[in-house]
T-cell receptor, first 111, second 116 residues
Framework: KNEVEQSPQNLTAQEGEFITINCSYSVGISALHWLQQHPGGGIVSLFMLSSGKKKHGRLIATINIQEKHSSLHITASHPRDSAVYICAVRNYGGSQGNLIFGKGTKLSVKP | ETGVTQTPRHLVMGMTNKKSLKCEQHLGHNAMYWYKQSAKKPLELMFVYNFKEQTENNSVPSRFSPECPNSSHLFLHLHTLQPEDSALYLC???????????????FGPGTRLTVL
C-alpha cells in the first residue's frame, strides 16, 4: 500500500463543475504539496500547506492533520484545468528532498 | 529565461550511447534535484545537491551519474542505459535556509528519455 493515496485516479468533468480531488496519507508529515502536471510533463507547484486552508484563484486546498487527509477543490472548472494533479507529502523528520508522491489524479474537463 | 529549464526536451538513445541531461535554474536557489517519473508510477527522487554537494543518492544505479558544477546547473550523465530506464526525468530547485521550514520545489519541464 502506498503511503500517499489519491482518489479518484481519473476524473472527467463538464466545464463549470466543482471538482474535488482527495489525498490520504499514512505517515506523520511536516508539509503537503499539491502539484499540477500538464501533458508534456512540466510540473507546477500549486500549494504547500501544513494546516488549514489556502486559496489561489479558483483553486482551494485544505488539510486535516488529525485525519491525515487533504483535498484540492477547483471551482468553475475549465478545459485548461485538464492535467494530472499530484499530492506529495514531506515525511516528518524526513531528509531535505524526501517527498513521497501519490500516483496522481488525471482530470479532464470537457467544454 | 526564467524558472527552471531542461535540455533536451526529448532524447532517444541506444543502450551503448553516452548522453547528458542538463538543468539550469534562474531562481537563485541553492538546492537542485533529479526525479524520475515512469509510466503509471509516482515520482521517484534520484539525487539532491545542496550548495553543489550531493546530499542524497536514493540507491540509483551507477549508470546514472550526476554532476553539479555550480548552484545554477545540474547535469545527469547517462551511459549503458537499459530500456526500463525510459522515463520522464524532471529537475527541480529550491531555496534552503538552515533552520527554516522545508522549502517549496520548483520543477522544470522534464526530458522525455527513450532507451532503445
Amino acid at each position: 500500500k502506498n503511503e500517499v493515496e489519491q482518489s479518484p485516479q481519473n476524473l472527467t468533468a463538464q466545464e463549470g463543475e466543482f471538482i474535488t480531488i482527495n489525498c490520504s496519507y499514512s505517515v506523520g508529515i511536516s508539509a503537503l504539496h499539491w502539484l499540477q502536471q500538464h501533458p508534456g510533463g512540466g510540473i507546477v507547484s500549486l500549494f504547500m500547506l501544513s494546516s488549514g486552508k489556502k486559496k489561489h484563484g479558483r483553486l482551494i486546498a485544505t488539510i486535516n492533520i488529525q485525519e491525515k487527509h487533504s483535498s484540492l477543490h477547483i471551482t468553475a472548472s475549465h478545459p485548461r484545468d485538464s492535467a494530472v494533479y499530484i499530492c506529495a507529502v514531506r515525511n516528518y523528520g524526513g531528509s531535505q528532498g524526501n517527498l513521497i508522491f501519490g500516483k496522481g489524479t488525471k482530470l479532464s474537463v470537457k467544454p | 529565461e526564467t524558472g527552471v529549464t531542461q535540455t533536451p526536451r526529448h532524447l532517444v538513445m541506444g543502450m551503448t550511447n553516452k548522453k547528458s541531461l542538463k538543468c539550469e535554474q534562474h531562481l537563485g536557489h541553492n538546492a537542485m534535484y533529479w526525479y524520475k517519473q515512469s509510466a503509471k508510477k509516482p515520482l521517484e527522487l534520484m539525487f539532491v545537491y545542496n550548495f553543489k554537494e550531493q546530499t542524497e543518492n536514493n540507491s540509483v544505479p551507477s549508470r546514472f551519474s550526476p554532476e553539479c558544477p555550480n548552484s545554477s546547473h545540474l547535469f545527469l550523465h547517462l551511459h549503458t542505459l537499459q530500456p526500463e530506464d525510459s522515463a520522464l526525468y524532471l529537475c527541480a530547485s529550491s531555496q534552503d535556509e538552515a533552520g527554516g521550514p522545508y522549502p517549496e520545489q520548483f520543477f522544470g519541464p522534464g526530458t522525455r528519455l527513450t532507451v532503445l
